[in-house]
């Protein structure tokens, strides 16, 4: 098991920055969120990569995870975002792709349920190719909002190369029972994600 911290919580400084502070506070792991200043997968160079590679190197750090949410994109600069993200996994050894699912539009949420799996298994299939995990997160106000939902897409997938990422702030936000979720996903929990939360926050 791996214990990292997200880039994301340094989305106001350069990620250089941020790794050199995740390794300072003692963590030898880190999940790269490709929100991050300088993280676009479109836009990131073999030379930057490389650059990247070394500096985790030298701090120390391993890649438990890559990250892609871009919930602000618009949908198809989402989706080419995602496709490059998977291709950076092999170069970063992540083992695992989270992503999440697009806001909820109640009046068509049938229709983004049946387009959030389609495109989960397309995601699937390539992280197969690439010997990696894509591990959806659910979110509050998001097409997979809590457990359930999740528990659900997932049968309903029933892919090998997808699976869950668990978010314990989420999960209290939603009213979730931990063990309960923990013990309805099993197998499938490839990620995690550990936070501090007040009751309503």
């Not at 880039?7 to 106001?12: E, L, M, R, S, Y």
């Not at 618009?74 to 170069?91: C, F, N």
Request: overall charge negative; charged content about 25%.
């Amino acid at each position: 098991m791996k214990i990292g911290y997200r880039t994301a919580a340094f989305a106001d400084r350069p990620v250089t920055e941020a790794l050199q502070a995740i390794a300072e506070a003692g963590y030898n792991s880190v999940e790269l969120c490709l929100e991050s200043d300088g993280l676009n997968p479109l836009e990131l160079t073999p030379a930057k990569i490389t650059e990247l590679r070394a500096q985790l190197d030298d701090l120390g750090l391993s890649v438990a995870a890559v990250s892609y949410q871009g919930l602000e994109d618009q949908l198809e600069v989402r989706r080419q975002r995602r496709y490059a993200a998977i291709d950076l996994l092999p170069q970063f050894g992540a083992p695992v792709f989270v992503v999440a699912s697009r806001r909820e539009e109640p009046a068509r949420l049938h229709v983004q349920w049946d387009e959030a799996l389609q495109l989960y298994s397309e995601l699937g299939n390539l992280c197969a190719e690439r010997d990696c995990i894509l591990a959806v997160e659910p979110n509050p106000g998001l097409v997979i909002r809590n457990t359930e939902d999740l528990v659900r897409a997932l049968r309903e997938l029933d892919h090998p190369n997808v699976g869950a990422t668990l978010d314990v702030a989420h999960a209290a936000v939603t009213g979730d029972d931990l063990p309960w979720s923990i013990y309805q996903l099993g197998g499938r929990l490839r990620h995690l994600h550990i936070a501090d939360i007040r009751d309503g926050v």
